[in-house]
């Protein structure tokens, strides 16, 4: 028994006496790639979201009518900014890019995305800032990638994590933007890139950390909901139901968004002229429905404390869709993420007065996802991204409402680089 004891003590020593062995990525090149491109990531969201809050402050001030020519004159700059610095592109060209481009975003256009988008953002425009700070993020992600001699799979790879460090500083949520910036790249397989999964969480954790010591962002919900009591199994059912009518909001905006853009381009006439006739429909949209003006992120509150009529919530609802729509196809920058999550809500809102027996918080959460899966095809990240902007603790019904939306998308999706096969990853 001594022998026995004796020799177990000396393996323990042995064991200690080895050097420790990390997992390969630890301390690796790699690792801290993926790390300092977080902190870069992070470091250019807080940077954009100090400037933007600055900006929005300042054109805040003009009220009444003078939205109208002030959200024209922004329309008109964002225009000039891009005829003559460059197109950035918008979500689309991000997509492709990724996709078929193998894996490389164009640094070069982040002065006209950085500037465009902050005028059409701060004044008013239905476009958030995440498709800006993708655009910027990724692009950094191409350029520390070409900067190290990546090619193929590992610059692809490099680039989707910068894509989730821009987009996780904005809604606080890693593990939602790592599957986002994977989700979105295709219309039917969530992660075909899922590889880059575990580079875009690392990425993402870090440039959070940052982006929330620049801003001071605490961790919670953004949006203020009453909290959701599970009541049984037919809450999945109402979850499947409201989202039902959320695709609906979804088809509604993307037949809307195909038409307003045949309306812009109806004529070959240059971009500023396209965006000043946009500025000038938004501002007398603002000018009549002010709750409009804005992508949202504040608003959101707004409508759920305004205790508004149904009328009233009506035209909010047909006037939202209208200007995200005009924002999109006349070349004002930014992204329709949260916009949607603003119709998502008006529309939970509208089915409460209609029913006042459901459940509130749980007819706006699942519009909102559904909405939103059904036009960027993403339901995975959708759920992980409300549950965390809301506080819906509830994953089960939040991803019932976005499979819902997901299934009941059109055969084509909104965003048409989302299609077709990539040649390293077939469909």
């Known amino acids: 028994m001594k022998h026995i004891k004796r020799n177990r003590f000396k393996r323990y020593l042995d064991i200690l006496d080895q050097p420790v062995r990390f997992n390969p990525f630890v301390f690796s090149r790699t690792f801290l790639l993926w790390a300092f491109l977080g902190l870069t990531g992070g470091s250019i969201a807080g940077l954009y979201w100090i400037g933007l809050e600055y900006l929005t402050h300042a054109l805040s001030s003009f009220g009444g009518w003078y939205v109208i020519p002030v959200m024209a004159l922004c329309g008109l700059l964002a225009g000039l900014i891009i005829h003559f610095i460059g197109d950035p592109g918008e979500i689309h060209l991000i997509v492709n890019n990724i996709r078929f481009n193998h894996g490389r975003l164009d640094p070069k256009n982040n002065p006209s995305m950085i500037l465009s988008s902050l005028l059409c953002v701060a004044s008013g425009g239905s476009l958030g800032p995440e498709a800006p700070l993708v655009q910027v993020t990724g692009s950094t992600g191409t350029y520390l990638g070409k900067l190290f001699k990546l090619k193929g799979e590992e610059l692809r790879t490099l680039t989707i994590a910068g894509m989730a460090a821009g987009f996780t500083a904005l809604f606080g949520a890693p593990l939602g933007g790592s599957l986002f910036a994977s989700e979105i790249l295709h219309h039917k397989h969530a992660v075909a890139y899922y590889e880059a999964i575990i580079p875009a969480l690392v990425a993402s954790c870090f440039s959070y950390l940052v982006f929330a010591v620049i801003v001071h962002l605490g961790l919670g919900p953004i949006w203020h909901l009453a909290t959701y009591q599970y009541s049984g199994i037919f809450d999945f059912a109402y979850a499947a139901l409201f989202a039902v009518v959320g695709a609906a909001a979804g088809w509604a905006f993307i037949y809307c968004a195909k038409f307003m853009k045949s309306a812009f381009e109806w004529r070959t006439l240059p971009i500023y002229v396209k965006t000043f006739v946009g500025g000038v429909i938004l501002g007398v949209i603002s000018f009549y429905l002010p709750i409009t003006r804005y992508f949202g992120h504040h608003q959101i509150n707004d409508l759920l404390t305004g205790n508004l009529s149904l009328s009233f919530l009506f035209a909010i609802l047909a006037f939202k869709i ?35 027996a459901i459940n509130l918080t749980l007819a706006i959460v699942s519009c909102m996802a559904a909405v939103n899966a059904c036009v960027t095809r993403t339901p995975m990240s959708t759920t992980i991204l409300l549950a965390t902007l809301t506080g819906f603790g509830h994953f089960v019904p939040i991803l019932f409402a976005s499979l819902t939306g997901y299934f009941l998308a059109p055969k084509i999706p909104f965003i048409r680089s989302q299609m077709g ?3 390293s990853h077939p469909a």
Not at 327 to 346: D, E, K, N, Y
């Open 322 to 356: 209208i200007a995200i729509a005009v924002t999109v196809s006349s070349g004002w920058r930014g992204g329709f993420i949260i916009p949607l999550f603003f119709v998502g809500a008006t529309l939970g809102l509208i089915l409460h007065q209609l029913l006042p």
């Open 421 to 423: 096969d990539s040649p």
